[in-house]
Structure formats: structure tokens, C-alpha cells
């Protein structure tokens, strides 16, 4: 009863848990992430598809002024 008083007499606070982020040598880092497979530079020519498509919605925002 302790437990529901104290609720009715201070309300409840959610509060953010755990310890926050993870350090840095958890992450993985996918090839997907890397710079030479978002550029396309690998060789792959469907990652050179994926770095053309990806250049052309980049240079969107910057013919529109």
C-alpha cells in the first residue's frame, strides 16, 4: 500500500534507463557504411548504380535556388 500512496502523493516520473549509448568499438560497421561502397568505388557495379542514384537525389536540393 506504501507504493501505491507514495504514486497518489507524488506521481509517477518516467525516467530515460540503462547506461546510455554503447561505446564506440561495440558498432558494427557494415561494408554498406563504408565510403568506397557508398561512393561506388569498389568496382560493383550495382553499388556505382547505388552512388549515381544517391548523387542525383543530393544535387536535388542544391538546383532548386
Known amino acids: 500500500m506504501s507504493d501505491f500512496q507514495d504514486i497518489l502523493e507524488n506521481g509517477i516520473s518516467f525516467k530515460k534507463g540503462g547506461s546510455g549509448q554503447k561505446p564506440a568499438d561495440d558498432k558494427?560497421?557494415?561494408?554498406?557504411?563504408?565510403?568506397?561502397?557508398?561512393?561506388?568505388?569498389?568496382?560493383?557495379?550495382?553499388?556505382?548504380?547505388?552512388?549515381?542514384?544517391?548523387?542525383?537525389?543530393a544535387n536535388r536540393k542544391r538546383r532548386g535556388s
Do not use: C, F, I
Request: glycine letters at 10%.
Open 28 to 57: 558494427v560497421r557494415t561494408k554498406a557504411k563504408k565510403k568506397k561502397y557508398v561512393t561506388g568505388a569498389h568496382g560493383s557495379g550495382s553499388a556505382l548504380q547505388k552512388a549515381k542514384y544517391r548523387n542525383q537525389r
